[in-house]
């Protein structure tokens, strides 16, 4: 089973400023089954990103999702209210998924 | 409008069964893989089963043996059965459609959720 450690648990920043998520793997993930989701409170989780960098249908491209191998990135430019929440990333592999234990976003 | 609602939540007691309904809309249940998602209280997302045909399941070593991923297409419906639950079982479950279908395997990735169904398993 494929481990995803995310960095930082939380990360304080202000509206406007820009945020860096890191998810790194215990293995080699490939870069077509890598996704990141937004979760608001109260919500269901929403995709955001999924074969590392394809942005899904309505997420704005102040989100941009890069890296490979072990070493991914999600990059969100210009805070918004709506993204403080928590972020989560996802890799598919040998048949199951697994998440990383995820990113909260909050306001400074 | 592409839409899941998940149903069939509840009270249970340690040792219990309960089946989980996920009704799709807006697409059939046939054309993509569909899996169940659980978030305990407080803690993050857990991947839980995935269905990739009538024939071909799979789950997390938690559920292994106690879960069980089905549909009906007649009735565009996924389902959850749950037996000999834990209190470790309580959570949120959440149904989700998968990027991926039969023949399509350029990604993997949940695009559609539902809003989730409340588990709680205690005595």
């Known amino acids: 089973e494929i481990v995803l450690t995310q960095s930082p648990g939380t990360l304080s920043l202000s509206p406007g400023e820009r945020a860096t998520l890191s998810c790194r793997a215990s293995?080699?993930?490939?870069?077509?089954?890598l996704a990141w989701y937004r979760q608001k409170p109260g919500q269901a989780p929403r995709l955001l990103i999924y074969g590392v960098s394809s942005r899904a249908p309505d997420t704005p491209d102040r989100f941009t999702g890069s890296g490979s191998g072990t070493d991914f990135t999600l990059t969100i430019s210009n805070l918004e209210p709506e993204d403080f929440a928590v972020y989560y990333c996802q890799q598919y592999g040998s048949s199951l998924y697994t998440f990383g234990q995820g990113t909260s976003l909050e306001i400074k | 409008e592409v839409q899941l609602v998940e149903s069939g939540g509840g009270l249970i007691q340690p040792g219990g069964s309960l089946r989980l309904s996920c009704a799709a809309s807006?697409?059939?249940?046939?054309?993509?893989?569909m899996n169940w998602v659980r978030q305990a209280p407080g803690k993050g997302l857990e991947w839980v089963s995935i269905l990739y045909s009538a024939e071909s399941t799979d789950h997390a070593d938690s559920v292994r043996g106690r879960f069980t991923i089905s549909r009906d297409i007649s009735k565009n419906t996924v389902y959850l059965q749950m037996s000999r639950l834990r209190v470790e079982d309580t959570a949120i479950y959440y149904c989700a459609r998968d990027l991926a279908s039969r023949g399509n395997y350029q990604n993997y990735g949940m695009d559609v959720w539902g809003q989730g169904t409340t588990v709680i398993v205690s005595s």
């Open positions: 807006g697409f059939s249940v046939s054309d993509k893989y």
């Open positions: 293995q080699s993930v490939s870069s077509r089954y």
